[in-house]
């Protein structure tokens, strides 16, 4: 957050297969598929709902009010990428909208996460490109300070380094570590097999006390039954 | 809220045809039909548009962070409940998800209310299981400490005793003690009786003002008119 | 904001071509047009997704919990208007439902915008009523004092006088002033003649940073690429 | 939170040796020796620093913007008691200034506890009559509409019997039930026996990791120590 | 709120008297004295305890992170105005501290209203120069964007012109139009001759619901006394 | 924010002399000196007025209501370090007393930073323990989840890196990278040097617009006088 006016064009990005596979188990698997950590405050919203995306991540950093650096972020995009957009201070202006989404999509994004507002939702939710934001807000930005591109930024609450996988749907917005991608990959992938079967009996009418063990503790934790 | 570690297996839950009835009218009418008391605060929302249910309460109290009695409480539901969720302090965790709202669908349980987060809103969304939250978060809680089931609650500012019957719609969450629900029904009707007429009398260009005799009670207020 | 217990029943109106025209843009283009002032803040937001209106603005001043003058600027509606309603302090009460809309369309007003809260959100979206508001809350209000109706008010942080042009939709509400609504169409107009041009371009994967010629400005500014 | 309109003019208060002493010792430790329950949310903050004061609850139930019902309870009054004052709805206004604390003194009120706003600050400050408020507010308030006087209230999110103990200082504000009060101020009394021998430990620089045994725990736990 | 890039250098202050005179009531008072309008929101608080100042608003509109019109706003402040700062979108930056102080003192400013954040309270606060925020932050601003002086703004919601009367302390802050001024003047003498009776009378125990007759109006509404 | 359950034993801090010498210069000064970066959230705020304080900070991630890793920082804790508490997830409870202050001063510490409640602020006050909190709060906390301690951490908003150069008083809280102290710390001693004859011009009556040159930029932007 305190080199100003950079831009580093040779990331090193998240493995691939990884980055793809993890879209397909959604944030909440995820974060719990990592020890519950990486999530962004869940006051980043969707702009629309149903969408769920994973890829990588390209950071920028940009001032209040000012969204120049939207355009030196775009020409860093490779396909599958995913930006993500942190501002030096608390600001809710619109600093996307449908022009820079069309950019965006050329350059192969798949979605944007900011901590910050967007606007022309009626348009990106047409297009289908995804955003993730703290505010919806018509207010427009200048282009007159310089911030920068892929160092590593505190969006939400979350440190996001260039590189890093970002799972992004309607439950939030979560970051893996490049270096973990695969790792947690393979964690979401035995956690949701387990989920399958569990659902089916918890649908039977077993109860999760049952069915994960949990009286015996519970009792032991002090748990009284009156009737 | 003092008593922790107990849950109470037999409540005395509201009369069935009246909590079930109150579900036509909504919360807005239920609400009035009360006296203006009884509403949640309007920071619950409903996970997904269009739901509109009413059933008995079950009430359970958990930790921040912890939904340990989640799996408690899934086991005192009865068919028409609606769970009703407070923590000890501010949360936003997801405390609930799909494998939580199959069992609770199991038990027959008609929605839940949540002073917390909630995730997995698309899986619900596509099961129909209504959730009033104040967030969404994919978020995960631990399970290590022992809350109480069936205890009387505030939840999102409103007491809550098991048995009362709990109005949720787009609009909010209403809260009827069991002992009021047979009256509130039957107010509820009249009130909505009046509707059909009035609102067929507005469409028709009537206005407010001469429909409810407000010009001289206003005049009587000292409103002038200034041409 | 200081004259109580009036009604001002002569307002001008913007011009009408300019007020039906200002809708085409939508909220974000008019804005700009207008040289990014005239927000309101964007905590107002619809309640249901996709709307879009333009219309002259007819102002309604509420106290809190009170919404007795809703019925007595019904009555001052004049087709293609929008009703403002500013409220003497913070609340979220409910204080517009469907009957209220039944008699503002009969009146030919095309939306409202309130800095309070709204009920009946399913029966409006059905209507097709458009409300912008900063809560939905299915708490009613009294009929006990009285305000004023198109005086200048605030409404979410913007002076709104009786007569402007109001353009409201999924990004937000724009309040322009009647004498400026005919420079602002045509402004907005432009503005709008080159977007699709430029939509073409980037979509063919031209940066903006080549098509506004920004790297020159950058580079003076100090930015610097790392490979 | 249901019943309006009346006054119940004999409560039953807790034991007035256990109100008084358990302001010795503060919201904190009063909190702990509870359970950890019992605690209003931290918005509610004293209108200047360093009150501490404990007593017993009258409560009142107040509506939106209506402050009429605070000369209802100023005759319900005793001495030793703390008046808590509920809103039906979220509400900053001031309810509360010079003139009725001057009137509450005079019964012999030690303070007020209100989910709302109060003014006069500088006054109240110099008086010395503390107040916890969630707001600051030269807004004044009409006396239109009843509400309740010691029926069981929802304060800053917690319930408050009529007749409860109040713990409130610099650090928030806590409610004791009047049949536990006895036990709590024995616990409290327990906990800070305690406590001076561990401060001086732990001023002449024994950790708390030693003190209270936590090594072997936290190793048991997996923390991994790295030179 | 629409004029951007003005300075108006000749406007017309309230008369001096009423200005300097209402701030010897303070501003509940003088809220009251207007008839419950003109509060600015409560958000806004002093960064320092104790201060009441009235006084004649020059206005400046500055935009998000930019204190440019600061300084033009310095030069056309005379002795015995307070400034007004509104922004034209949320922010909580520092635009103003010690040296920015030193010129308005110099000028004869008597403190600033800002709806936005200011630092160097230390300073301000041994300066005795008074600041009422809505935030304190070190954050710096920019001086890159022009705004305006002297237009009619909106500050924590409320429609301030120049030359309006503002009144300021603990409890927050009120703007009387100036033609009102004196008029308010007036009225909050007399409001202020009453209290000192009722005070003491108050004082001695009697009760409000005597002293104001209230009794028989609470009857008639219905409360009910229940033994 | 992803290691958890570590404890880095050996940081490298910040040089001492350019750590104890930022204080001089306060956080509003030193975060111009960095270039406007480095500051966390304005909703941090101090206990109690006046303190200001710089040194090097220890790291310590906790989980929400959960304490039990701020014994473990206090054993890592040298003389002159500040401690810097982050959350995993948003929290309010009060994390941080008397006891605690009593062995963190024991160590050596200079103070607290935490996103995230501190309670007995009495006693802090009177100790001249200064901690910048963001709730002040009676709810404890427990010990029985791991966390780490040194590693680097997100704390209102800004990435702390263990060893990092701390600035906080009555404005804020900023950081400085180690490896920049000592250049900020000329850097503020430059801008503090100019500022006492700036002050003494500016107090003499001369006006920003002249002293800064600012008058030709500003209408070279436009700025027009109208009298």
Known sequence: MYELGVVYRNIRRADRVAADGLGRYGSATVHEAMGRVGLMKPYLRPIYPGARVSGTAVTVLLHPGDNWMMHVVAEQIAPGDIVVAAITADCTDGYFGDLLATSFMARGARGLVIDAGCRDVRDLTEMGFPVWSKAISSKGTIKATIG??????????????????????????????ATLAGTVLEAAGKREANEADKRARLAAGVLGLDMYGMRAPLAQAGLRYID
């Open 148 to 177: 920068s591109v892929n160092i590593p930024v505190v969006c939400a609450g979350m440190i996001v380094n260039p590189g890093d996988v970002i799972v992004a749907d309607d439950d939030g917005v979560v970051v893996v570590p």
